[in-house]
């Protein structure tokens, strides 16, 4: 089936560090979201892309959606601690309409 | 807000018993959906509902059930629970109806977490 290869698995990181992590598939998607998901919490939504080459920012956040729509990226900016959790990315196949979630990336930021 | 609510939050069954995880939404949200999450797999879909009255399977669907007993809310039921289900289900609605963008903008409960010994 589909998948989205989700990377890095896990990031540990200086606070003040900034951060970037990324999906890529062979498939194509319509649609990108990222959320985030706090310890012991159900996943957020931080950042929605509709468009290939739309570039969004929420805060400290940005993500694009990129030019092939097999892949998106977030950046984070001046992590802080509260930033530690689980960031998901999730795309909506064009093939199925099914939304696809990556493995999800781990990021502790140390103070 | 209470937005999407589950029941329980922790859970310790023995192999074959049965049990009901209650999720309810007060967001008027069209469809439903119950996933799993296990480590270094991400969020699998299990079943879903997008309107009142229906069900479908989603990548997962082995060894459960589900009932959309009205617009707010969606049980999933585990019939004779196995170790194999051992993970931390999380419900989670949207504003979509039936059509081909039926999975976006999902807002999640805070999760169950469930072990079977």
């Known amino acids: 089936g589909q998948q989205l290869n989700q990377s890095p698995q896990s990031m540990f990181i200086q606070e003040g560090e900034d951060v970037s992590m990324n999906c890529t598939s062979s498939s194509i998607f319509n649609t990108w979201l990222w959320y985030k998901q706090d310890p012991g919490e159900g996943p957020v939504l931080l950042i929605a892309?509709?468009?290939?080459?739309e570039l969004t920012s929420n805060g400290r956040l940005t993500a694009q959606f990129g030019i092939t729509r097999k892949d998106s990226f977030l950046n984070i900016s001046a992590s802080i601690p509260s930033d530690v959790g689980i960031y998901f990315c999730a795309g909506l196949s064009s093939n199925t309409g099914k939304l696809i979630f990556g493995q999800g990336t781990t990021l502790q930021v140390k103070p | 807000n209470a937005g999407v609510t589950q029941t329980p939050k922790f859970q310790v069954l023995k192999t074959g018993q049965s049990m009901t995880l209650q999720c309810a939404q007060d967001?008027?949200?069209?469809?439903m959906y119950w996933y799993r999450q296990d480590p270094g797999m991400g969020l699998r879909l299990i079943y879903y509902?997008?309107?009142?009255?229906?069900?479908d399977k989603g990548e997962v669907p082995n060894g459960y059930n589900v009932s959309r007993l009205n617009k707010r809310e969606f049980s999933l039921r585990l019939e004779s629970a196995a170790p194999s289900q051992t993970s931390v289900y999380f419900c989670?609605?949207?504003?979509?109806?039936?059509?081909?963008?039926?999975?976006?903008?999902?807002?999640f409960g805070s999760g169950t977490q469930l072990s079977v010994l």
């Open positions: 967001m008027n949200h069209n469809s």
């Open positions: 509902s997008a309107s009142e009255g229906t069900t």
């Open positions: 892309l509709y468009k290939a080459g």
């Open positions: 989670a609605s949207s504003e979509s109806t039936t059509g081909t963008a039926t999975n976006e903008k999902l807002f």
